[in-house]
């Protein structure tokens, strides 16, 4: 098991300055375009999301994924959302039913007070408003992309995060 995360490992640290390099290419490749600067960014934010999606679905089909369906064990970070997300995830949260909506609000505002007086990302450790007690995304299909891109090889990772 110990090798299997090593060569994930490898893979990783292998694939994101590709990745990186690809991106910026993408993003000033489509940010020197004539068009509205929403749509533009918007094209920027999906084609991002598309390559986080990719990568993590092929670990996912490697086998080399120790997340499952509720972990949550990597949602108690802070979380930012690319500046196209943010429809999503209020429509997603606005579909959701009346009481569930109103205590996702409540636990939203929470979230914002506790941010706001934790000023180092590494230290904050908060449960996400959009998890619903059984650990479930609420929002799932609308989820961030900092959110699609949180997966783990490591079990170990999952049962203590931060490790």
Partial sequence: MAEQQEDVEIAVAGMYPGLINEMTRSFREIMGREGRREALVREVD??????????????????????????????????????????????AI??????????????????ARLEAATPDPEQYREPCS??????RCLVYAA???????????????CQAPGT
Avoid at 47 to 56: C, D, K, T
Avoid at 130 to 135: F, K, T, V
Avoid at 143 to 157: E, F, L, M, V, Y
């Fill in 94 to 111: 606005n579909r959701l039913g009346g009481a569930v909506r109103k205590k996702v609000l409540k636990r939203l505002r929470r979230q």
């Fill in 46 to 91: 999906i084609l991002y999301r598309s390559r986080v999606e990719g990568f993590a679905k092929a670990e996912a089909e490697a086998g080399r994924l120790a997340c499952g369906a509720g972990c949550s064990a990597c949602c108690s970070q802070r979380v930012e959302l690319l500046e196209s997300e943010v429809p999503d995830v209020v429509r």
């Fill in 130 to 135: 959009l998890l619903d007690e059984a650990g």
């Fill in 143 to 157: 989820r961030p992309t900092a959110c699609r891109k949180a997966i783990s090889s490591n079990s170990a990772h």
